[in-house]
């Protein structure tokens, strides 16, 4: 099974969409524009690229951004094999060639002078140039670049440039509303209704006092990593103190006020 086969395989995962995140999606498809999600983490970002994948039936190529990333890395490079020295696609460019969704997660980790390949297959072009294999490559209806990247987490060094945002369009998704996320709990680790609505009301009286304590939110992922815990046995608690508080700060201070907000959500339950 290939990268995109298996990537395909796992994105008939649900996803629970929590505005018009899924019709913006389709549109700009049929319309070949591309798409940056911004949102904090857990929020579903990965798991929309996933599902839209399935629902357009194009395979999800991934690539995870960082400060080391080259433009050779994404299109591809000449390597010696044997004596000879012949090119290797990227990802980009195998992406490009399979008609795939290429998802860049986490874009603003890498330097312009990366991102800079990206340009004339993000405007009207929707071309790829592969300067060293002195060779232009035209992208196929199917393929569509999306980005990513977390707001929270930037900072005056690592802006996306405004002639690269422009490119895209932008959809920002945040948090479920109580009651949907509270059914991806129970859809992802088929816990009980009124114990996935404890966890959320504990994620919720925390993010609503994130403010004072500026931290980063709890996000979906650790309410599904506590209910898959209580799944395999863990107490709620127990559950909530391992996945939601210790991940959020290492503050003892700031964990024990985060505790009694747990424990004012899910101190009724064992
Ligand atoms: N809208 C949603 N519908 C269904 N499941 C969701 C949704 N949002 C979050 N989840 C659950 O939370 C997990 C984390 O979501 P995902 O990996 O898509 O987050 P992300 O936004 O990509 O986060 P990061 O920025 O950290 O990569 C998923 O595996 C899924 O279990
Ligand atoms: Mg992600």
Not at 48 to 61: D, I, K, T, Y
């Amino acid at each position: 099974m290939s990268a995109l086969e298996r990537e395909g395989a796992i994105s008939r995962q649900a996803y629970r969409a929590s505005g018009e995140e899924v019709a913006l999606f389709e549109r700009a498809f049929e319309q070949r524009l591309p798409v940056m999600l911004t949102g904090p983490t857990g929020c579903g970002k990965t798991r929309l690229v996933e599902h839209m994948g399935a629902r357009l039936g194009r395979p999800v190529s991934t690539i995870s951004c960082h400060d080391d990333l080259t433009s050779a890395d994404l299109v591809g490079r000449f390597m010696v094999t044997g004596g000879d020295v012949v090119w290797n696609d990227g990802p980009l460019t195998r992406a490009i060639q399979e008609g795939a969704i290429c998802y860049l997660d986490e874009v603003v980790e890498a330097r312009h002078d990366s991102l800079a390949v990206l340009h004339s297959l993000t405007d009207h072009r929707r071309t790829l140039f592969l300067d060293r294999a002195g060779r232009a490559l035209q992208a196929p209806d199917g393929f569509m670049l999306v980005c990513s990247y977390n707001p929270a987490y930037r900072s005056s060094l690592k802006e996306l440039k405004p002639s690269f945002r422009q490119r895209f369009v932008t959809v920002a998704l945040d948090y479920l509303q109580p009651e949907p996320e509270a059914e991806v709990l129970v859809a992802e680790a088929g816990i009980d209704g009124a114990v996935a609505c404890r966890l959320v009301e504990c994620a919720s009286s925390i993010r609503h006092a994130d403010d004072a304590f500026h931290l980063e939110p709890p996000s979906t992922r650790a309410l599904v990593s506590a209910a898959k815990m209580i799944a395999a046995g863990s107490s709620e608690l127990a559950a909530a103190e391992v996945c939601i508080l210790a991940p959020l700060s290492s503050d003892g201070a700031i964990t024990g006020a985060l505790r009694e907000l747990a424990v004012a959500s899910l101190g009724a339950a064992k």
